[in-house]
């Protein structure tokens, strides 16, 4: 591979336009606009203080399009796409990997597949080489994949008997069960097993494409430099991807009480409802609603109620949880076996307090501050920030978005609190998944 | 939003993924001084983000516990946030989120740290909240009885549903036996925790929460003078305790060693570890760490390694293989092997492969270049810990933390430079000539061997 002649390609000269500034207080975050002579985009935020860049992409689509029978395609190939490519086997190509110290590697969600390339800044070029490599020329070696295959299969195998992963499959199996989202997106043993070289081909050519990939990049690099690497790692991406994306669904939320039992002293729950996409305009309402009702502090309600006045769980939450195709509000508690009751009564009259607008203007300025203020506190690093980048195309959330975001949250008022608690939270409609040896609990026939 | 036990191992690796790539500059070069009180200041500038890391560490641990009252080291942790005559009714966390900060504490072996992650004017607020509370807790009976339900529910979380934690947890008795205080979990014995009290915590508390046993650090978008104003400010006026050092933590009681072995329904998985006794950088030969650290690099970690390229590639006998070495502990450190089968592959199977490709490296040597690029690659690894803006707080303040110096940290890269080749077969034989060690099979019930 001439990996080392790529430093004296001539640069391409690059678009580069400032749009945004982030203004916390005294620094500032610039997000670049970057399109490469091709028209390949991606968001920039230079930072030239350590010899560091992360690069993290995302293409839209992930296991939510694998089918039933081949149910773990995407996780497969993401964990088999740095295991060779081009002229490279598995082991040369890992061993470039470790000896110049660049992460690459590839994960699969419900609806993205994604990409991470973390390397010193002098290694940049050659790292990006091997992305292209990996993701338009991989091997899919025999050794690699029945390796792999094996590895993940023994986590599946692991996993069906861990509460958490069996509650969390059970809630999503009930909620859509007829639709990717109700498949673990690692597969079972049985589908895992089945998969082969040509799927996992078919899967790298049909749905990795340039028109739906979004990139987002952080350290020290120039636009000129980045724009050209676009081109090259990026450019003989097909154009378009030819595998459908998933249709939307609407959750079949029912109230249902699942029991599945297991002999662990402690049972866990997961529980949730419909919710709404990142796209609906309610949803910054929504997002503080529920941080008032159980979002990531240690002052919600479900916490104060469940874990510090009662000492019912260590760990107790909800999240709203869009998906492309459905939105969900979801959360978790784990409790002893007989205390279940107990927990979920505290947490039906939560959910039911709340839905009846009981909230004060108190609450709702805690939340709002938080959530302001808090969001800041990930740009720590330069792959947090790449990520931040990446989540704001892939939700259209616009380059000015972090100008823009306080003001969206500011907007939200109680009345807007009370009407979504109103219209999003119906206790009759909460479905519930207990793991455990739960005491008095019935299950819903 | 859990407020959570820290292993040894996991600071460990911080403290030792680290390197500067300046030659021989310190690897995060920190600002530091000492206030009138004994309390000591590590500050680490980073203007990335308008943001500010603030920790609070205690050279106080599980290890620290009085013997039979386990787990109120982690116990006390959890009691921190309820309150003091300034600031009650958990207000401390209250008046952080509506600040839209983010906070936790951790409880190791070796230490307890409260940390809060807040926009950067936002420092003296959470300086103030912290020191109020270094000597003003107030407990009711009733605050320490529901907390204890907590930690109970947190302790079946992470240990009683776990088949593998409940391993670990009996293993450990028998690597650090007769009442060592690594021998038993950082939760504490369920027993002994259930009969814990508030005087109980009060007790710990007043013991080893004092400035002169606690260091902070401070990381992110401030400058030296003003941490120094406001630490002046805040904590300088607490009068230390003249606690006593902590003594060195040895023991000379035989360890019991040998086989422990978990069989569960549950275990779908077979795996099998091997715990050996090592030095840390404080017990034992301690110029060998930085070999032990070049040793566990080349031997087990990662899909490049030895024992991962002769056991998962070339004869696949393992779905997964490695070593660790912990030397960041107060008391002794340890080299860990691991490994769990493929189908079909029993564990002495696999434990006998291990102990072969481990020979061959004994028998042979290091391969041309290989030392070279380990190195390399563990050099590099500091650059990279600097890019996030708590990697270096955490890495300095475990390393003061567990009494060992900053230049631990420091001077890291210069320890791994100066490793040879004998110097990695000497640690390796050390390793394989140790008589400290035991064995632990997680296996599913009446499935034999793991096959």
Redesign the interface.
Known sequence: MNWRMKKLYVILLAVALPLSLLS????A?EVERVVSPQGIEAWLVQ?H????V?VRLAFRGGAEMDPADKAGLANLAASTMDEGAGEFD??TF??IL??Q?ITLRFSASNDRFGGEV?T?TENLDQSMDLLRLALTQPRFDD?PV??LK??LI??I??D??R?GKLAYNAFFKAMFPDHGYGRDSDGTVESVTGLTQADLKAFVHTRLARGNLVVGVVGDVTPERLGALLDKTFGTLPAQPTTPRAADVVPNATGRVQVIE?????STIVFGQAGLKRDDPDFYTVLVMNHILGG????SRL?EEI?????????V?SDLYPLDHAGLILGSV???NARVAETLDVLRSEWTRMATGDVSAQELN?AK?????????T??????IARVLVSMQINGLGIDYLDHRKAYIGAVDLAGVKRVAAEYLHVDKLDIVVVGKPAGIVPSP | MTKTLLRICVVGALALGLWSGQAMAGVFNPETFTLKNGMDVVVLPNHRAPVVLHMVWYKAGAADEPKGKSGVAHLLEHLMFKGTPKHPDGEFSKLIAQHGGEENAFTSLDYTGYHQTVASDQLEMVMELEADRMTHLVLSAEDVATELAVVLEERNQRLEGKPAARLSEQAMQKLFPKGHPYGRPIIGWRAETEALSREDALSFYKDHYAPDNAILVVAGDVDVAEVKRLAEKYYAPIPPRGLPKRAPLTTDAPIIGGETVLRDDRVKQASWSEHIIQPSLTNGETRRVAALEVLSELLGSGGTSRLYKALVIERPLAVSVGTDYMASARGDGQFVFYASPRPGVSLDEISKAVRLETQRLVDEGLADGELARIKKRMLADAIFSRDAMKAGAYAIGGALASGHKLESVEDWPEHIGAVGEQDVLDALNAVLAEPRRITTKLLANGKGDGA
């Open positions: 916390f207080q005294a620094a975050v930072d203080s350590n010899p560091v992360s598995s082991q890992q061993q470790a000896d110290s973390t010193l050794e029945a390796r094996s590895q023994a986590g195998q692991s069906s008997q509460p297991l002999d662990v002293p402690q990531g502090s240690f002052t916490y874990r510090e006045k009662r000492g019912l769980a260590y760990s939450g784990g409790t002893e805690n501050t938080y959530i302001t203020g808090s969001f800041p506190l740009f720590t690093s330069t792959g947090a």
